[in-house]
């Protein structure tokens, strides 16, 4: 059964670069047929999709966060990775990393991350 | 961006009831529409995929129903596991958004 696992910092300090992890077990992360993704949530707030790769590299991202942000794989550690730069408390949230699909939806997520951004 | 709001955004309901929860898409997105239960502290878990598919160890009395710009999520018999915050997440167009979430509570 796929499993996702977090790892990664829970404090950033303002204008850094917020780094998170997500291992993948129980499957092939290049040989699925859907994205590997990140998503967020605010304190009290609701969901926020972040963006997703491809195993092969191929990425798309939240326009609101384009600018900053970098999803990568890395197939040879079965890993992909979040990259968020120059982060404020705007950035404060839980993070979560998913499996992703189109027709599918969200069907397996990560335990999530607390990530405060504070100096 | 596909806006997608969700009515109402609480409800209080009974062990028992029958609660109807409904999301609707700025544009159509086909039958691009996902919902999620999310407990406290805990990361969302999907329940339904494709508008009406119901993900495999969810129970028959979650279903979901809809296409176009207007999709319903129902729980069939409430149970008290089943209070909880829902999200409907639409697929159909990036970026993919969720609505604002409906917090069904203990009556």
């Known amino acids: 059964q796929l499993q996702l696992q977090q790892s990664g910092p829970g404090l950033v300090k303002p204008s850094e670069t917020l780094s998170l992890t997500c291992t993948v077990s129980?499957?092939?992360?290049?040989?699925?047929?859907?994205?590997w993704g990140w998503i967020r949530q605010p304190p009290g707030k609701g969901l926020e999709w972040i963006g997703s790769?491809?195993?092969?590299?191929?990425?798309h991202y939240n326009p609101s966060l384009k600018s900053r942000v970098t999803i990568s794989v890395d197939t040879s550690k079965s890993q992909f990775s979040l990259r968020l730069d120059s982060v404020t408390a705007a950035d404060t949230a839980v993070y979560y990393c998913s499996s992703q699909d189109y027709f599918y939806g969200m069907a397996v997520w990560g335990q999530g991350t607390t990530v405060t951004v504070s100096s | 961006d596909i806006k997608m709001t969700q009515s109402p955004s609480s409800l209080s309901a009974s062990v028992g009831d029958r609660v109807t929860i409904t999301c609707r898409a700025s544009q159509s997105i086909s039958r691009h529409l996902h919902w999620y239960q999310q407990k406290p502290g805990k990361a969302p878990s999907l329940l339904i995929y494709?508008?009406?598919s119901l993900q495999s160890g969810v129970p028959s009395r979650f279903s979901g129903s809809g296409s176009g710009t207007d999709f319903t999520l129902t729980i069939r018999s409430l149970q008290p596991e089943d209070f909880a915050t829902y999200f409907c997440?639409?697929?159909?167009?990036?970026?993919?958004?969720f609505g604002q979430g409906t917090k069904v509570e203990i009556k």
């Open positions: 494709g508008a009406s």
């Open positions: 790769s491809y195993y092969s590299g191929s990425a």
């Open positions: 129980g499957g092939s992360i290049s040989s699925s047929t859907f994205y």
């Open positions: 997440q639409q697929s159909d167009s990036s970026p993919w958004t």
